[in-house]
């Protein structure tokens, strides 16, 4: 198993940037393809972007292509997501999220993962 704890949400400005942390304990880092969500309320959880598990394959959904970075660091067993340009619209709850999964492979489905942190908010408002 691993345990997820996500950080960093905070209240931003339109156009401000944020950089959210994950980091984990438990099983080896590197065995788990991650991702970040989010969920706005009465909506449902969306992806924000993946990783493989080494890092080779990333995938960004339009929403947050060209604003959002998604990293990952095995040695700190933590996974970071660098939000610029953030719009009002990006205002929720971020999750991240772990999977086994298979080498190099991306996963988009929230019900693809099987480990899942506490979720931290994001607000963007002036």
């Known amino acids: 198993q691993v345990q997820l704890v996500e950080s960093g949400g905070s209240v931003v400005q339109p156009g401000g940037s944020l950089r959210l942390s994950c980091a984990a304990s438990g099983r080896a880092f590197s065995m788990y393809a991650l991702g970040w969500f989010r969920q706005a309320p009465g909506k449902e959880r969306v992806l924000v972007t993946a990783i493989s598990k080494t890092g080779e394959n990333i995938y960004y959904p339009a929403s947050v292509k060209g604003r959002f970075t998604i990293s990952r660091d095995n040695a700190k067993n933590t996974v970071y997501l660098q939000m610029n340009n953030l719009n009002p619209e990006d205002t929720a709850v971020y999750y991240c999220?772990?999977?086994?999964?298979?080498?190099?492979?991306?996963?988009?489905?929230?019900?693809?993962?099987?480990?899942w942190g506490q979720g931290t908010q994001v607000t963007v408002s002036s």
């Open positions: 999220a772990a999977t086994v999964g298979n080498n190099g492979w991306t996963y988009r489905n929230p019900h693809e993962y099987n480990y």
